[in-house]
């Protein structure tokens, strides 16, 4: 069985992000289980925007790249504005575009209520078609009722983070054997 890094990337530029609370329990049952993870942050390390020209000499850029195409497995954990994942990830995903190319990917989401459950899709149809990317095709969503504080206070939504980490864990261990 393949025992490659796992990349979480945190997409939330916000100080007190839901989502990178997401990221932190993916972060924290793949150690428990003696995975080598990496965590990149968006709100703490800086990517420039995508010019389709000097942006992808930037070092932030570089060392995201470098990460995604090391990685076995990648987990975005995105807030939801507009429907959509967070322009900080797509915005990532341009800079370091084919480092993508066949990674097993899962997606948490927090959002603000119910009626963007469907956001993950433009994100996931996008690494798929353009990267052959495999979506894990389960994924966290979670609303504002489900976190405390700093943690999450939902126990449905901690069961689905496990659920979330054992199925990525079988796909990119399979993949990657």
């Known amino acids: 069985m393949s025992q490659g890094m796992h990349l979480v990337i945190s997409s939330s530029l916000h100080p007190t992000s839901r989502s990178r609370i997401l990221a932190r329990a993916v972060a924290e049952r793949l150690r428990s289980q003696e995975r080598e993870v990496e965590v990149f942050d968006l709100s703490q390390r800086t990517l420039p925007p995508c010019d389709g020209a000097t942006a ?3 070092e932030e850029v570089i060392a995201l790249g470098e990460l995604v195409r090391a990685a076995e497995a990648i987990y ?3 807030p939801v504005y507009n429907y959509d ?4 990830i797509k915005n990532a995903v341009e800079l370091t575009g084919k480092a993508w190319t066949g990674k097993t990917v899962s997606l948490l989401l927090a959002a603000g209520g119910q009626g963007s459950y469907m956001s993950a899709m433009g994100l996931a149809n996008s690494l798929m078609l353009d990267f052959r990317c495999v979506i894990v095709p389960r994924f966290v969503y979670a609303t504002g009722e489900s976190f405390e504080g700093d943690s999450l ?3 449905e939504i901690g069961r689905r983070v496990d659920t979330l980490v054992e199925e990525t864990l079988r796909l990119s261990d399979a993949l990657n054997a």
């Open 56 to 58: 992808y000499g930037n």
């Open 76 to 78: 975005i954990a995105s």
């Open 85 to 88: 994942v967070n322009a900080a």
């Open 153 to 155: 206070a939902d126990e």
